[in-house]
C-alpha cells in the first residue's frame, strides 16, 4: 500500500471533484476517507507514504452513515482537502466497501453548499442537528452504491470540526 497510497488518494480526490462525482448541493471537497480493516497499520503506512508522522492523525467521531470508527489526520493534504482513515465499525457501508474494493480510497466528504436567501435547501443538504460525522453533522448522497465509493455532505461553517 505505501507505494502507491499517495497517489491513489490524489487520484481520488481528482476524481472526486470531476462533474459526474460532485452530488447536486455541494461546494468544495472537503475529505477524502480511506478505508481499512487495521487502523493502525493503515495509518503507519500512509504517514509513510505522505511523509508525515503517524502521530499527525487524531481520534474523531465515527461515522453512523458509514458504520465505522475514524481517525483524521491534523494537517491538510494539497488542496485543503483533509485525510480520514476508517475502520468498520459495524456491518455497514465501509464494511461492504472493504470486501468489495479492499482497503484504499473509498469516502468524499462535500461541504453543503449555501442556498441563496429565498431557496429551499435539497432534501440531501444536512441539518445542523443532524447524526455527527468526523466532519460535523453529515449526510448520504442518495443513489450511491452500499459497497461505494460513497459521498457524504456535511454542513461547512461555524461549529464545523475543521482539520
Do not use: K
Amino acid at each position: 500500500m505505501a507505494d502507491g497510497a499517495a497517489e491513489r488518494i490524489r487520484a481520488f480526490a481528482t476524481e472526486a471533484v470531476t462533474a459526474a462525482r460532485v452530488p447536486d448541493g455541494a461546494g468544495r471537497l472537503v475529505a477524502v476517507g480511506w478505508a481499512t480493516v487495521e487502523t493502525e497499520r493503515a495509518i503507519g503506512q500512509l504517514a509513510d507514504a505522505l511523509g508525515i508522522a503517524a502521530t499527525s492523525f487524531r481520534a474523531a467521531p465515527p461515522s453512523a452513515a458509514l458504520g465505522a470508527s475514524c481517525l483524521v489526520l491534523d494537517m491538510p493534504l494539497p488542496g485543503d482537502v483533509a485525510l480520514a482513515v476508517l475502520e468498520p465499525a459495524t456491518e455497514g457501508r465501509i464494511a461492504a466497501g472493504l470486501a468489495r474494493w479492499d482497503e484504499g480510497p473509498l469516502v468524499a466528504w462535500y461541504a453543503a453548499a449555501e442556498p441563496g436567501p429565498d431557496a429551499v435547501a435539497p432534501a440531501s443538504v444536512p441539518a445542523a442537528t443532524g447524526p455527527l460525522g468526523p466532519f460535523g453533522p453529515e449526510r448520504l448522497v442518495g443513489r450511491d452504491p452500499l459497497t461505494g465509493p460513497h459521498r457524504l455532505l456535511v454542513v461547512d461553517g461555524p461549529g464545523t470540526i475543521r482539520v
